[in-house]
T-cell receptor, first 113, second 110 residues
């Protein structure tokens, strides 16, 4: 079975632009979570979607948005990019059951110039 | 107070030794606890999950949980150079969100 897939692998943008990151969860998993990881820190929770509904949102500005599609894949959108948005964006797949394990994809490395 | 705190590294151990990693968390109602391994430039890989007080062993890894003390630990026995990585402690602070510590970097000396 394929694991979690994310695209693109790397991305370079300039300040003010917007970006769309994509994720496909493990087959059979219905939940996708997004995390941001900056160098030297642990991942920070951005969103979780389950069955196409937003289940939770972390402490991120409204420039960050996401959605989940009927096939359970997901997109993370970031508008009006700032230099501080440069980070590794991680997608995690889980069954959606409470307190269950989350499995990460390879991540998208975003650099904002 | 941070939600999840890990012992500061880096931690350097000789090959074959035991590496001991510690983690404390602030939310008493946390239900599930995880250890992830992250190699430089890669994404986190789940290596251990623990839900009940006590020890859980998987190969050379042992996770220990003490909910009364709000403490989780990971022991790596017979450390190998391939164990050199950053280890992240993660806690479910509600039923969907993982809160992570900053990680402890382990270096195994050959």
């Amino acid at each position: 079975d394929a694991g979690v897939t994310q695209s693109p692998t790397h991305l370079i943008k300039t300040r003010g632009q917007h970006v769309t990151l994509r994720c496909s969860p493990i087959s059979g998993h219905k939940s996708v979570s997004w995390y941001q990881q900056v160098l030297g820190q642990g991942p920070q929770f951005i969103f979780q979607y389950y069955e196409k509904e937003e289940r939770g949102r972390g402490n991120f500005p409204d420039r960050f948005s996401a959605r989940q599609f009927p096939n359970y894949s997901s997109e993370l959108n970031v508008n009006a990019l700032l230099l501080g948005d440069s980070a590794l964006y991680l997608c995690a797949s889980s069954s959606g059951l409470a307190y269950n394990e989350q499995f990460f994809g390879p991540g998208t490395r975003l650099t904002v110039l | 107070q941070k939600e999840v705190e890990q012992n500061s590294g880096p931690l350097s151990v000789p090959e074959g030794a035991i590496a001991s990693l510690n983690c404390t968390y602030s939310d008493r109602v946390s239900q599930s606890f995880f250890w992830y391994r992250q190699y430089s430039g890669k994404s986190p890989e789940l290596i251990m999950s623990i839900y009940s007080n006590g020890d859980k062993e998987d190969g050379r890894f042992t996770a220990q949980l003490n909910k009364a003390s709000q403490y989780v630990s990971l022991l790596i026995r017979d450390s190998q150079p391939s164990d050199s990585a950053t280890y992240l402690c993660a806690v479910n602070t509600n039923d969907y969100k993982l809160s992570f510590g900053a990680g402890t970097t382990v270096t195994v000396r050959a």
